[in-house]
């Protein structure tokens, strides 16, 4: 008897099967010599010991069998009437096998998509952030030599023709914002708003603030006849926030206001609303249409004028929308074409706590006692003799040597200590203090703004630094901070 | 202590501002002159005491001029004098001129 399992294992059994299908396939003259080997594709016979395996047991049903010719059949098995004999009956599917077959290709040409682009967009995502870097570290090497030319240019500007000086520093500036513009965009593309963008919040003056934007504006505007206005409507001296960022969005806007106005003004006001700061900048420029409204805080985007206004990088207003929203903020605009625009930052107004000792000069101290490490007699004197006023001990030393041994001895609340002081440096001698004494607040004084401004990172060394020179009104707000 | 304590302070000050101004042209020519770390020490140790003294007495715009130049004779222990060192010198000067002359009017 011919197993069906036998025979699905014999490629080179010879068959004698006349079916239409295989005198197809194998041509009449070649009938007599029917083969598995010469009937079925390669792939077929390269799967052929499992073929069995398919087999539908209950029907004897072997499904698209592909044929040498590319043609697919069923086939049907069924025992003949002797045991010697098989029947086999061939089913032409080749068109539902190849809908089914169309089908398959299209499910793995769209996995294989599928896996293509999960790559590309792994691969996208990589060059992205290569681009971010790339941005990142060729604009910080514009910036260095861009802020060496500005901090030249200050000093050239005191002493020179003022226009050029100016022009020249302005256009450095104007180069170093869109630097700083397209850092914190790679930024924040690499890694997000949230960690993208870091903020130093500290107390903002608001006429220092209105000094700085007039500074470097008004000649920017001058140059084009604008006018440029600037006015605090509100009774605010003084806030909190980050004011590099808060500055940054003032620039940001007030420079396109400049750029896109041909004639007339701009002018920035602050105001006051629920709580809220509101600077507004306006212009009477070439205005915008709703269309530009919609996509004027799309990254790259810029408005189309006739002017020659269209330089920059199309990153100001993103990035200051941005920067609004990391400042709990909101920027927003109104804008009739052909009539001019106004951007509106809105931030929340962040009060400066004024404890009650703080208010009043005379109030008493906490502290018992204070350490004066201070190597300059004018500056010892004068601090002793305005700090004897409360009720303190006071201790001077003229070294870091003798500021430690007193600090050892008496264990100060409070110690004021100059950074440069003969011997052991007043860096060091706090670290010294730190360990021998606690408990003692430390308030640093330098007159380097970089050395300053580098240890305002690190609490270890000092609670407060306090940069030179300074009033006596400085250094009593400084110690009441620091007197809790 | 007492009101007559600072105020004798700011007095004995305001005197010592001519001599200052003697020291820092001394000091600022022996910058100018000579060579090596001494005389750019010198300088620098000065305008840092005059700007951390002069703001405490209430000279804000000689505290201010005093820390400019002393930032730029900071770069002089590394390279040449900038030549915006003489500028910043006639402004520190100037500054402490119109200041000895406010208090003697």
Do not use: W
């Not at chain 1, 500036?173 to 930024?187: C, E, Q």
Request: hydrophobic share 40%; with cysteine.
């Amino acid at each position: 008897m011919i197993e069906l399992s036998n025979f699905l294992k014999q490629p080179e059994l010879k068959l004698r099967i006349k079916d239409n299908i295989i005198v197809e396939v194998l041509g009449d003259e070649n009938i007599a010599d029917c083969r598995c080997s010469k009937l079925l594709n390669q792939s077929v016979l390269d799967n052929f010991p499992f073929l069995y395996d398919l087999v539908d047991q209950e029907t004897g049903r072997l499904e698209m069998v592909q044929l040498r010719d590319g043609r697919y059949v069923d086939v049907f098995f069924q025992q003949g009437d002797s045991e010697q004999e098989l029947l086999v009956l061939l089913r032409d599917v080749s068109r539902h096998a190849l809908r089914i077959l169309d089908k398959q290709q299209l499910r793995n040409e769209l996995d294989i998509a599928k896996t293509q682009l999960v790559q590309q967009q792994e691969a996208l995502k990589q060059a992205h952030q290569l681009q971010s870097r790339f941005i990142s570290s060729i604009s910080h090497e514009f910036r260095t030599p861009l802020t060496t030319i500005i901090g030249h240019c200050d000093l050239l500007e005191k002493q020179s023709e003022q226009g050029s000086v100016s022009a020249v520093r302005n256009s450095a500036f104007y180069l170093v914002s869109m630097v700083n513009n397209i850092l914190d965009y790679a930024s924040m593309s690499e890694k997000g708003l949230e960690e993208g963008v870091d903020l130093v919040k500290s107390t903002v003056q608001t006429a220092t603030l209105f000094e700085e934007i007039s500074d470097i504006f008004t000649y920017q505007a001058a140059k084009k006849n604008l006018g440029f206005n600037l006015s605090n409507q509100t009774d605010i001296d003084k806030f909190i926030t980050d004011p590099m960022r808060l500055t940054q969005c003032l620039v940001n806007l007030i420079g396109n206001a400049i750029k896109y106005t041909e004639q007339g003004q701009v002018s920035l006001t602050l105001g006051e609303e629920d709580e809220h700061l509101i600077f507004s900048v306006t212009d009477s420029g070439l205005g915008l249409t709703a269309e530009e409204i919609r996509k004027i805080f799309d990254p790259f985007y810029r408005v189309k004028s006739n002017s020659k206004a269209e330089y920059g990088a199309g990153l100001g207003l993103t990035i200051t929308q941005n920067l609004a929203e990391k400042l709990d903020g909101k920027l927003s605009v109104q804008s009739e074409k052909g009539v001019g625009s106004v951007f509106i930052l809105r931030i929340p107004l962040e009060r400066i706590m004024l404890s009650e000792a703080e208010q009043d000069p005379s109030a008493p101290f906490n502290a018992k006692s204070l350490l004066l490490i201070e190597d300059n007699s004018e500056i010892q004197m004068f601090v002793e003799a305005v700090l004897s006023e409360y009720d303190l001990a006071i201790h001077v030393a003229s070294s870091g040597e003798e500021g430690i041994a007193l600090a050892t001895e008496h264990q100060p609340d409070l110690a004021i200590i100059d950074f440069n002081l003969p011997g052991i440096s007043g860096i060091d001698a706090a670290q010294e203090i730190r360990q021998l004494s606690p408990n003692t607040k430390l308030l640093g004084s330098s007159a380097s703004i970089k050395l300053g401004k580098q240890l305002q990172s690190f609490p270890i060394f000092f609670d407060d630094i306090l940069s030179k020179p300074y009033t006596i009104g400085d250094l009593l707000t400084t110690l009441r901070k620091l007197d809790k | 202590m007492s009101a007559g304590k600072i105020e004798a302070l700011k007095q004995a000050y305001a005197k010592s501002l001519t001599t200052k101004l003697a020291t820092l042209e001394q000091l600022y020519q022996h910058f100018i002159e000579q060579t090596g770390d001494e005389p750019v020490k010198a300088l620098h140790v000065f305008t840092h005491n005059l700007s951390g003294s002069a703001g405490l007495y209430g000279y804000p715009e000689v505290a201010t001029k005093s820390k400019a130049l002393m930032q730029i004779v900071e770069t002089s222990y590394e390279v040449e004098p900038l030549p915006e060192t003489q500028a910043e010198f006639n402004r520190l000067k100037d500054a402490l001129q119109q200041a000895i002359q406010e208090k003697t009017s």
